[in-house]
């Protein structure tokens, strides 16, 4: 018994990427600071493993995002169309608990802070 226990305390240390990716799934409400004032937006997020991908809900059209969870360091990118061009852009954020904050990058032209909070309401998917 002692030898399954240490067995199961090494393995949900060695990877807690999992235990954080499971707990990242769901729906995020979010805030994007940019030159023209604050953004909000949904993010949808799905876990497998250290692979992240869902969608960005904003009112000018969805966009699927691709990431990565590794540790508490959530990444992931998402292409808009921006003054009939396509940008891409780039969120980096340290994840805590039911938030997550950080920085989004314009597609090397600027950066702004980043940041998200669990929907009210909405359940931790697995």
Do not use: H
């Not at 990565?68 to 360091?73: A, F, H, L, R, S």
């Not at 940008?87 to 997550?100: C, G, Q």
């Amino acid at each position: 018994m002692k030898s399954f226990l240490l067995a199961a305390l090494l393995v949900s240390v060695a990877s807690p990427t999992a235990a954080m990716g499971q707990s990242l799934a769901g729906e995020w409400d979010a805030t994007m600071e940019t030159p023209g004032g604050a953004r909000t937006l949904k993010v949808l997020l799905q876990v497998e493993g250290e692979r992240v991908t869902g969608t960005v809900k904003r009112p000018a059209g969805d966009a699927p995002l691709v990431g990565t969870i590794k540790g508490d360091t959530l990444t992931f990118r998402y292409s808009i169309t921006y003054e009939g061009n396509s940008l891409e852009l780039t969120v980096s954020a340290l994840v805590k608990k039911d938030s997550f904050q950080g920085t989004v990058d314009f597609g090397g032209g600027g950066q702004a802070a980043f940041s998200a909070t669990r929907a009210p309401g909405a359940a931790k998917q697995p």
